[in-house]
């Protein structure tokens, strides 16, 4: 079972830069699809982006694109999530998320870091 451990959370300014990094470790040495996604207080979670094992493929949800990019380092097992022009309404908890096939439902998740963007 795949392990996963983001970081780079803080608090930032609206319009400031954020990059998110979750490292993967443990499970199949074949990979995952990964994904973000993240929960605002009193809302549900919702898809960020994902980007697609091997040949890199990314989506976005409409509130990220332009402004995030999802990228991997499969040598060093980490995914990043670039963030740029954060606004306020970009404040959630942010997940990262594996999963083995690109259409099926996630199953491994990490803990979670906290994005603060102050207007």
């Known amino acids: 079972q795949v392990q996963l451990v983001e970081s780079g959370g803080g608090l930032v300014q609206a319009g400031g830069s954020l990059r998110l990094s979750c490292a993967a470790s443990?499970?199949?040495?074949?990979?995952?699809?990964m994904g973000w996604f993240r929960q605002a207080p009193g809302k549900e979670r919702e898809f960020v982006g994902g980007?697609?094992?091997?040949?890199?493929?990314?989506s976005y949800a409409d509130s990220a694109k332009g402004r995030f990019t999802i990228s991997r380092d499969n040598a060093k097992n980490t995914v990043y999530l670039q963030m740029n022009s954060l606004k306020p309404e970009d404040t959630a908890v942010y997940y990262c998320?594996?999963?083995?096939?690109?259409?099926?439902?996630?199953?491994?998740w990490g803990q979670g870091t906290q994005v603060t963007v102050s207007s």
């Open positions: 443990g499970g199949t040495k074949s990979g995952y699809h």
């Open positions: 980007i697609t094992k091997n040949y890199g493929f990314t």
């Open positions: 998320a594996a999963k083995d096939s690109p259409d099926g439902e996630y199953e491994y």
